[in-house]
């Protein structure tokens, strides 16, 4: 039987690119997300499994996680990916709706898809859990608070899961990427698309591909290297953003 993989947000950008990289390296992928329409056409391109998940809403982890120990019975890999950025607004101007979304998707999201995959992880005897944070995890910067509040939370999360699972056989590792080209920024900018055009500004960006050979490439490592933390950025990116 096949590892299985299972990866959230996988409708498009890095979390479809991961699929597809995934299924490539031999994984059974189950790809979770909340738009149906796009997450078949990439699950049957992938030749994976779509289920709809949307990671803000309990029941809704709680059935995905269901269909994957029932029709499944294994997990080997989780990736965290589903998350995102809402506004650009300063602490003195913050839009509290806009940044419960981005503390609920973000790192509320990643603990609950996490928690109710964790006996499973265990289980397989070799499991990983592979995070996409962000730059804004490591970097404080204009116009990115809210992020920067939520993405600093999605790192300090995977790096104590880490050290709770000491002694269990299960890998943990955060990929920070900086400026990808999917479809973050016009979700950012509600829509947008001018504002989110702007923000590659001369810089040309990571393909989403770029990150998911990343995400390949930890998840392939042999079972007693745990790559940690990895920050990947576009090579004229001077600064988060
Ligand atoms: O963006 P996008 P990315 N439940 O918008 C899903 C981080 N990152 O690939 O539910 C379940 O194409 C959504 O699916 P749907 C970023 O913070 C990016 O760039 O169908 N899924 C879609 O598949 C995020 O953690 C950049 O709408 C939910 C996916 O999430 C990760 O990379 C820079 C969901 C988002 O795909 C992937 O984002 C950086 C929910 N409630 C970090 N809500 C960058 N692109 O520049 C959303 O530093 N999704």
Redesign the pocket.
């Known amino acids: 039987p096949h590892p299985v993989a299972v990866v959230?947000?996988?409708?498009?950008?890095?979390?479809?690119?991961s699929a597809r990289a995934l299924s490539d390296a031999g994984y059974h992928v189950v790809l979770?997300?909340?738009?149906?329409d796009?997450?078949a056409e990439v699950a049957s391109a992938v030749g994976g499994t779509a289920v709809a998940?949307?990671?803000?809403?309990q029941a809704?982890v709680d059935a995905f996680v269901a269909r994957v120990r029932e029709d499944l019975g294994r997990c080997d890999v989780l990736v965290?990916?589903?998350?995102?950025?809402l506004g650009a607004d300063s602490v003195a101007e913050a839009n509290l709706d806009d940044w419960q979304w981005m503390y609920?998707?973000?790192v509320l999201?990643t603990v609950r898809v996490t928690q109710a995959l964790l006996p499973l992880l265990i289980g397989s005897g070799d499991g990983q859990v592979i995070t996409?944070?962000?730059?804004?995890?490591r970097e404080a910067y204009e116009g990115g608070a809210g992020?920067n509040a939520a993405?600093f939370g999605?790192a300090a999360l995977s790096r104590v899961l880490r050290i709770e699972l000491l002694g269990q056989p299960v890998r943990v590792c955060e990929i920070?990427?900086?400026?990808?080209?999917?479809?973050?920024?016009?979700?950012r900018f509600k829509g947008d698309a001018q504002k989110a055009a702007a923000?590659y500004d001369g810089v040309t960006?990571?393909s989403?591909e770029d990150?998911a050979e990343t995400v390949r490439w930890v998840a392939t490592r042999p079972a007693h290297v745990n790559i940690d933390q990895i920050l990947m950025l576009a090579r004229d990116q001077s600064s988060?953003k």
């Open positions: 959230t947000g996988a409708s498009s950008g890095i979390g479809a690119a979770g997300a909340r738009r149906a796009k997450l998940l949307d990671v803000t809403d809704s965290n990916n589903a998350g995102g950025a609920d998707v973000n999201g996409i944070g962000s730059v804004a995890a992020y993405k999605v920070d990427p900086g400026m990808v080209e999917t479809e973050f920024s016009l979700v923000v960006p990571l989403a990150v988060a």
